[in-house]
């Protein structure tokens, strides 16, 4: 009877750190703390939480000229991730670069609010639903930021 509980417990025990370590395979830690994009490469860790999102993303931005962002962001939207973006149309009169991307996001279906007012929307911002994650940014989504 002893033998069996034990077998019993190290099943378990064994079952539940292949489950924990699946999910944390998955799942970057937090970094926490601030980046600094000048010393910093905070691009991978956005780009895997993109990647790994299964609920939603909101996201609010000025500039997008990476497009490492806007395909991730597809993908996701053709994978079934619900995204609503917040963002400054007026950017891409301001900076040719920023049309390409805006225009791949808009092409593909993803609903993009465009929020105009005295001043540039300046947000930095992605919130990840399913993993619990929100980012807040000083640079934009940039390949040189």
């Known amino acids: ?8 417990a190290a099943l378990c025990a064994a079952a539940l750190f292949v489950s924990v370590s ?6 970057p830690a937090p970094r926490g703390g601030v980046w600094h994009p000048a ?3 905070c691009r991978a860790d956005i780009l895997t939480y993109i990647q790994q999102e299964t609920v939603q993303i909101d996201m609010g931005f000025w500039m997008m000229t990476d497009a490492r ?9 053709q994978r079934g991730v619900r995204i609503r973006l917040l963002m400054d149309p007026r950017c891409a009169d ?5 049309g390409p991307q805006n225009d791949q996001l808009a092409a593909s279906g993803i609903p993009m ?9 300046h947000w930095k911002t992605i ?6 994650q929100v980012e807040f940014a000083g640079a934009n989504y940039a390949p040189f930021e």
């Open 1 to 8: 009877m002893l033998k069996s509980s034990l077998l019993t």
């Open 22 to 27: 699946s999910v944390s395979a998955q799942t």
């Open 39 to 41: 010393f910093e490469d």
């Open 69 to 77: 962002y806007s395909n991730a962001l597809v993908a996701a939207w």
């Open 94 to 98: 301001a900076h040719d670069a920023c």
């Open 113 to 121: 609010r465009r929020r105009i007012t005295s001043g540039i929307l």
């Open 127 to 132: 919130i990840f639903a399913g993993q619990g």
